[in-house]
């Protein structure tokens, strides 16, 4: 009897000893997502979401060494509102569509209302780093809660640079309204010494609070490119930023002044890193075309792309190789630890062509436009070239050939015109393209 007892007591340690540790682990909200914001608010918690893939190696991974440890269920179900999101299925979706995720698992820290007040994604052995995250969110939220007593002590403190510049940095943090960060850096600028701002913590702030290429501070930097270049080593990438945002909100607004502020710096940026002239050529059409000024894009496009159609076959190669080693740099260092990375092996080699492949999706957008903006059958004949290079340079994308195909039907060339759509419906098929696609492709074949 004794020995039955003690065989029945160990039974049932085993059995319930998973049900134990997931207990003291994270615990997930059960209810709906409406349900967890309104719990949030009521609780006065931030609401942690788990956006998941049932296939992604890393979600798995937290799902099994991290959520159930003991430190992180003390941290999580005490400080959040536990929620976890199949990214696959028809929530996910929703989450995707309103807050942009590209990555499995991303971790969501959300306020009641749903707003973002912190996210990150990834897995780590080390379970402090997640525990980071969680104080990180929770210091942010209650530093945010306290912007407006910042907000009313600025009219009096607006003469202490220390203040200012403390104040402008929380702005930025907490991305508050582009007008008020706007107003505060342009005074915070306005107060600086020269050697204030050779100072590259303050140089930093400021960069990071340019919405415009009209700030006076904008001015200045651009103006001082080498001197700022050595406190600040991504200076290019920072200051095109600048400018190719600038074109983005001239033609969301539109405003004309903008876009010539910014049209005219975008030549000026020095040691521009190798997408920077493409991003400006291709958001300088989208403008165009919106503002109703396809005829600029007409005008200017073919210098650009026909100097890019001259470049041999060994330049790309070479653009590529660099690109590569470049993109490659942080893993090839240590610095980024490459199991950490979702099929690292198609990134690595998707890279080896991606200047190839970028290019031509620069040259395929324009020929397109072209066929869509264009009035004469010179400029369809100039596109027809930008198409075919463009279907070179990425040999395998079927869209690319059926843009190539409507250009050639433009100019009269039906023989190649139904070749190439072909062709598109040949790759097409083998990438399993969806059969809707299929079927918009040979009903165009039909019109040829």
């Avoid at 993109?327 to 092996?345: A, L």
Wanted: with cysteine; charged share 25%.
């Amino acid at each position: 009897m004794t020995k039955i007892k003690i065989l029945t007591c160990c039974l049932f340690f085993f059995f319930t000893l998973p049900v134990l540790a997931q207990k003291e682990g994270l615990r997930f909200f059960k209810g709906s997502w409406l349900k967890a914001m309104e719990e949030a608010r009521k609780s006065n918690k931030l609401i942690f979401v788990n956006v998941y893939a049932e296939w992604s190696e890393s979600s798995q991974k937290m799902k099994e060494e991290i959520f159930p440890l003991k430190l992180v269920g003390d941290k999580y179900n005490n400080q959040f509102i536990n929620y976890r999101v199949d990214g696959d299925w028809r929530e996910g979706e929703f989450f995707d569509n309103r807050y942009r995720i590209d990555v499995y698992p991303t971790f969501l820290y959300l306020n009641g209302d749903g707003a973002v007040v912190f996210r990150s994604s990834g897995y780590r052995e080390d379970p402090m780093w997640f525990i980071s995250l969680a104080d990180t969110a929770l210091y942010i939220q209650e530093a945010k809660q306290t912007m407006p007593a910042w907000r009313a002590s600025y009219p009096s403190r607006k003469n202490d640079k220390e203040f200012v510049g403390e104040y402008l940095n929380r702005l930025i943090l907490f991305e508050m309204s582009a007008d008020t960060i706007d107003m505060v850096r342009d005074h915070f600028f306005s107060q600086l010494s020269p050697a204030e701002l050779k100072d590259s913590v303050t140089a930093g702030i400021l960069l990071r609070s340019l919405t415009t290429v009209l700030s006076p501070a904008f001015k200045h930097i651009m103006a001082n490119q080498s001197s700022y270049r050595s406190i600040i080593p991504d200076l290019s990438l920072r200051l095109g930023s600048v400018i190719i945002n600038s074109i983005i909100k001239a033609t969301a607004s539109p405003d004309d002044d903008l876009f010539r502020a910014a049209d005219a710096y975008s030549n000026k940026l020095e040691n521009p890193l190798p997408r920077y002239p493409y991003l400006v050529f291709l958001y300088r059409n989208e403008y165009y075309i919106a503002t109703k000024q396809s005829h600029r894009m007409i005008e200017r496009a073919p210098a650009f792309l026909d100097s890019i159609c001259r470049i041999r076959e060994e330049g790309f190669r070479l653009r590529d190789q660099q690109l590569f080693e470049e993109i490659m740099r942080p893993y090839t260092s240590g610095e980024q630890d490459s199991t950490q990375v979702e099929d690292f092996s198609y990134l690595k080699e998707s890279s080896r062509t991606y200047y190839s492949r970028y290019v031509a999706s620069v040259l395929n957008k324009t020929a397109s436009h072209f066929l869509n903006y264009a009035l004469i059958v010179q400029d369809h004949r100039k596109a027809c070239v930008w198409a075919a290079r463009a279907v070179d340079l990425d040999v395998y994308n079927y869209a690319y050939y059926t843009t190539l195909s409507q250009l050639y039907a433009k100019v009269g060339m039906k023989k190649e015109a139904v070749s190439t759509m072909e062709t598109a419906i040949k790759l097409a098929k083998e990438q399993g393209v969806s059969d809707t696609i299929i079927k918009i492709y040979k009903n165009a074949l039909k019109t040829l």
